[in-house]
């Protein structure tokens, strides 16, 4: 079985190139083994940041995501219960409170901290966008865990301890305030406060501004670069003005008074024996048994037998052993991951109703003290929950907190340990799901409870509303009763999952749950708006977006889904579908690529030539044809039907097609027409004799052609089948066939079936429409220079001037297709089709500068946000030096380019801008119009933006210009892969 120490096979040449020496020699002094060499090469893995990962995942066998993230929770949940246990002593009174303030005061110093330790990012393993760039606070403190995280897996507690110890001396300063949020909320009860937040900036420069107002009208405003320090900073103010006892309650901590057992309770007395000898605890343990065994109603209602014992509530104990049982399970789950090594892994907090099975196996609530009238209450599940987590607290604190309880555990209470530490992650809860489906959907959820039954015995039975905002409807949905509110909340959320289950990605029946026909309508609002996320709902199947491929299914589904639609209908949705399902369309139909990759390589071979004489006939055939084919995508022509294209044969082509047989009542799209007139070409131009094309089908419509073919045909044939989803060319014997299936739009659509059908339909695009006229232009300049190459001139002098016209004309063309090249790519299979753009960005600024003229500055992007975005980086290359191109040249006394990015729910955003004197709105008109755009610049074809915008609609991406005062400002919008991580301060 592997260990820890095999995550690297290949540490020792990383380790060259990114030294971990300074992380060895502080490790060292907290007693690390740094001289044995599986521990150097675990720290290696500790220490790769996620864009060093990303890059070189090939390379790293056996690293996954899913293990990184697993040590750092590890890493953290060991921290917090270090403070805890560290913090207890200082902590007086029966309120967790000030215990979980100091707790969460550690945890909130720990990214500054840790970012003082030059050692962790001086020996951190980085992409190539972030050598030498400062890591964010968070990332550091990320890291950090990290390393905690794998002491904790290797068995180096002491080390760990040690570490930790240095983050807590820090943390722990006197001038230092706790959490000033908190702390305000519990001494403002009497007028709560509330926050209202402002942005400005970009991500790397945002500030936010946060004004703490309170019921009284009074108020402070605090500023950060990050929503929490902001909040902080006005809640501390507050507390300085408004509540100064607050902020000397919180400095002023009294350590907590040395208890005695509580005697004279037989149950509470034999629970504490029984637990004592199970974990084989020493007598001074018992105080601390016997405090997990008193609740807090107990307390109030004994106060001077408490008092007199030094005693207190179970309630600080249980907050100590959440964290103590956190950190077990946690342990469990990061021991098997580093062994099975997934590619993601989420650790969720166990729920409180593993605590409380664990606590009736145990049998621990014979011997709790409750005080009168909680007595004929009960105990309730979260009761249960709190006495299981404070028992296991004292029995940590009593056998002097050992590295772990595992070691330990007694054989008898075995059951109980897989509760609470079964060594996998668990599943999301029911309302945590729900959250999230929810939440992907934009409805709001609430909830509500009612109770009956007497007290002790009360049944809670929830209602979950949920709501659209966009929509303006409700559903609300009631569940189950249970004995708490807790678990009442899962089961009414377990009974809403069932329903929006029941219709998995399909439509809902007319019988169906009122909910399934609101998220479909609220699925069509979405789809229609302004940002919809169409890459990931086409992943998942998510309204159809996934059958665009398979039109007759489309329909189908579509027809179905209309008639629970129909009322919502309106331009706007019908208009919103159509083009979020021309973007699954993108997304998922890769069959233009061959044209794309034809293109390139024929350009290739164009640039390639040295003289006229290598520029043969099969070349210059190849020009025409992707003339053809780009001319093709990009017309904007009527549609028309087979007998009046039989018409214009019979006109142009009188001596050379012949169309025989009946001629069926068939309308043609622009783009099949064009394929039936490709395939006879394919005929044609071989024939010296009369070629034939004959109907041999109608649904779908079936055309063969007869005669010669040439001798690529088959290239020739998948090219042409390219154009369009519709229609299908294939060689077939003495010829070729044309296939044209389109289905039909069923009478009386609803907005579903016209948006899906109007999708179907291939919209002219204008970029493929300038590539076709700059290889027209291309084309002729082939031909004039293989005619002057070839011409013959009685002179000497005649010569030399049509070989000097010869290599003109093939200059001309090599620029032209320099030019396209430039704009044009092919993604590469092999490659990754995803980018992470923190690092990508910042080398492509790097490299950008080396190439900016010195009249151009340049702001280079800095933030700490990781995302990932569905584009390869060729592409994405491609896209920003045209844009930078032409803020370059529209700056010609000089200016600055800006390139920011940014996150939102759906995609990145990467902004670039300029100085310049900005564009023409009839440029923006015609880019969102798809008209031809009219260049200003010298020698310009106006085909870069169109480049841009057919890169982006490919990956599902968009090209939105922005308003600005001064210049240019464009925002590319990227859809995420990959989940964002929030910078921090």
């Not at 993230?69 to 967790?96: C, E, I, M, Y």
């Not at 897989?418 to 999301?428: D, E, V, W």
Request: hydrophobic share 45%.
């Amino acid at each position: 079985m592997s260990t820890p120490y095999d995550l690297w096979p290949d540490i020792a040449a990383s380790r060259r190139r990114f030294p971990i020496d300074p992380a060895l020699e502080a490790l060292r002094q907290c007693g690390a083994p740094v001289g044995d060499n599986g521990f150097v090469d675990a720290l290696g893995v500790a220490l790769i940041h996620t864009s060093y990962f990303y890059e070189n995942a090939r390379h790293l066998p056996g690293v996954t995501r899913g293990v990184l993230d697993a040590l750092a929770r590890l890493g953290g949940t060991f921290l917090q219960r270090h403070a805890a246990v560290k913090t207890l002593a200082w902590v007086s009174g029966n309120k967790p409170g000030p215990l979980s303030w100091e707790i969460a005061h550690i945890a909130s110093a720990l990214p500054a901290w840790a970012a003082r330790q030059s050692w962790i990012a001086e020996s951190t393993a980085v992409g190539r966008g972030l050598v030498g760039e400062p890591l964010p606070n968070r990332v550091v403190a990320d890291l950090f865990r990290r390393i905690v995280g794998l002491l904790c897996v290797l068995d180096r507690y002491d080390c760990a301890k040690r570490l930790a110890d240095g983050l807590l001396a820090d943390a722990r300063r006197v001038d230092a305030v706790l959490n000033p949020v908190t702390a305000l909320q519990a001494a403002a009860k009497a007028a709560p406060v509330t926050y209202t937040y402002k942005r400005e900036g970009l991500d790397h420069q945002a500030t936010y501004h946060v004004v703490a107002t309170d019921t009284r009208g009074r108020s402070t405003i605090g500023a950060g670069r990050s929503k929490k320090a902001a909040a902080h900073e006005a809640a501390r103010k507050f507390l300085q003005r408004y509540y100064p006892a607050a902020i000397a309650t919180m400095t002023a901590v009294q350590p907590a008074t040395l208890a005695r057992e509580m005697r004279g309770y037989r149950d509470h007395t034999w629970t504490v024996d029984r637990i004592q000898r199970a974990f084989a605890l020493p007598p001074a343990a018992r105080p601390l048994l016997s405090q997990a065994l008193i609740h807090s109603s107990w307390t109030y209602e004994h106060q001077f037998e408490t008092t007199r014992a030094g005693q207190r509530s179970n309630q600080v104990l249980g907050l100590v052993g959440s964290h103590v049982l956190e950190h077990e399970y946690t342990l469990a789950v990061v021991r098997r991951a580093v062994v099975e090594r997934p590619d993601t892994l989420l650790v969720v907090t166990l729920p409180n109703d593993a605590y409380e099975r664990a606590c009736q196996w145990a049998d621990l609530t014979n011997g709790l003290l409750l005080g009168a009238g909680q007595s004929v209450m009960g105990t309730s599940p979260e009761i249960a929950a709190n006495l299981f987590q404070a028992v296991m607290a004292a029995v940590y604190l009593g056998k002097r907190c050992p590295a772990t309880l595992a070691s330990d555990w007694p054989p008898a209470w075995r059951p109980a340990w897989q509760m609470i530490a079964p060594g996998r992650a668990r599943n999301l809860d029911n309302t945590t799901r729900l959250q999230r489906a929810a939440s992907g959907l934009r409805l709001e959820i609430a909830y509500e409870f009612e109770s009956s039954g007497p007290d002790h015995q009360a049944v809670f039975v929830a209602t979950a509303l949920l709501t659209s905002p966009l929509l303006g409807d409700s559903v609300a949905i009631t569940g189950e009763g249970a004995s708490g509110k807790t678990a009442a909340k899962h089961k009414v959320s377990r009974h809403v999952l069932d329903i929006l289950a029941s219709s998995g990605s399909g439509t809902p029946d007319e019988g169906s749950h009122a909910l399934n026909r609101l998220v479909l309508a609220q699925q069509a609002s979405i789809l229609a708006s302004d940002n919809p996320p169409v890459s990931a709902w086409t992943a998942s199947g998510q309204f159809g977006l996934d059958l665009i491929q398979s039109p007759d299914e489309l329909l189908d589904w579509a027809g179905r889904t209309d008639r629970h639609l129909r009322e919502r209908s309106s331009p706007q949705l019908v208009a919103g579908l159509t083009n979020s399902f021309r973007r699954a369309r993108n997304l998922g139909d890769t069959r233009e690529q061959a044209i794309d990759a034809e293109l390139l390589d024929t350009l290739n071979a164009i640039r390639a030539i040295g003289e006229p004489a290598e520029l043969n006939r099969t070349l210059a055939d190849r020009i025409v044809r992707l003339c053809q084919l780009f001319r093709c995508m990009g017309a904007d022509e009527p549609d028309t039907d087979l007998a009046h294209l039989a018409g214009e044969w019979n006109i142009f082509h009188r001596d050379q097609l012949a169309l025989t047989g009946p001629v069926p009542a068939v309308t043609l799209a622009a783009r099949e027409r064009a394929v039936l007139d490709a395939a006879a070409n394919m005929i044609m131009l071989r024939s010296g004799a009369l070629a034939t094309a004959t109907v041999v089908g109608e649904r779908p419509l079936r055309v063969r052609f007869t005669g010669p073919t040439e001798p690529d045909i088959a290239h020739a044939c998948a090219l042409w089948s390219a154009v369009t989803w519709s229609a299908v060319v294939r060689p077939a014997p003495g010829g070729v066939e044309v296939d044209i299936a389109r289905p039909a739009l069923p009478l009386n659509p609803g907005p579903v079936s016209r948006a899906a059908f109007a999708a179907l339909h291939p919209r002219p695009d204008p970029f493929r429409r300038r590539v076709a006229d700059v290889l027209h232009d291309m084309k002729n300049h082939a031909s004039a220079s293989r005619q002057a190459a070839s011409t013959v001139v009685a002179t000497p002098a005649g010569h030399h001037e049509q070989q000097a016209d010869a290599y003109r004309h093939l200059e001309r063309m090599q620029r032209l297709a320099l030019s396209l090249t430039a704009v044009t790519s092919v993604p590469d299979a092999a490659a990754r089709c995803d980018v992470d753009l923190g690092p990508f960005l910042r080398q492509y600024a790097r490299d950008l500068l080396t190439r900016l003229p010195d009249r151009v500055g340049l702001d280079t992007p800095a933030t700490g946000t990781t995302a990932r975005a569905a584009i390869d980086e060729r592409s994405l290359g491609l896209i920003l030096d045209n844009l930078t191109a032409n803020a370059v040249e529209a700056m010609a006394g000089g200016g600055h380019i800006r390139i920011a990015w940014n996150v939102d729910e759906e995609s990145a955003i990467v902004e670039v801008a300029d100085d310049g004197p900005g564009i023409g709105a009839d440029v923006v008109t015609a880019l969102d119009s798809g008209a031809r755009i009219r260049t200003t610049k010298q020698g310009g074809s106006g085909i870069g933006l169109l480049s841009v915008q057919s890169l982006l609609q490919r990956v599902g991406g968009q090209l939105v210009w922005m308003p600005s005062p001064a210049g240019t400002k464009w925002h590319v919008r990227l859809p995420l892969t990959a989940a964002t991580e929030g910078t921090d301060e």
